[in-house]
């Protein structure tokens, strides 16, 4: 459970960042799903259920300006930077342990 702070700048102006905190890195990983959600939902108002693969969430993660988490180290009590390879990495484990719960 290390606290982790979601940066994310949508568009090419700085006006656009904003941050989110989590208690743990997969808390986060999720807020990461659930705003690509959102952004499904406002491309697709009338759509009653949404559905995507993993490889869509990908590319929503790359076309974003940046995105990136400080991840709190608790051994040097300081928060270390990962860029969006790494949450890519972390997403796809996530969702890969909750398909494996589902079935």
Known sequence: MAHTI????PGPKPESRTFSDYESVNE??????KIYE??????????PS???DISQL???????A????????KSTNTYAPY???WIKEKIYILLR??????N
Do not use: W
């Open 97 to 102: 342990r909750q398909a494996a719960k589902a």
């Open 83 to 85: 860029n969006k390879d």
């Open 38 to 47: 959102e952004h499904l939902k406002r491309m697709n108002p009338n759509t």
């Open 6 to 9: 979601l940066l994310v700048q």
């Open 58 to 64: 990908f590319d929503f993660i790359d076309q974003l």
């Open 50 to 52: 949404i559905t995507y």
């Open 28 to 33: 986060c990983m999720e807020g990461v799903c």
């Open 66 to 73: 940046d995105l990136s988490c400080l991840v709190y180290q």
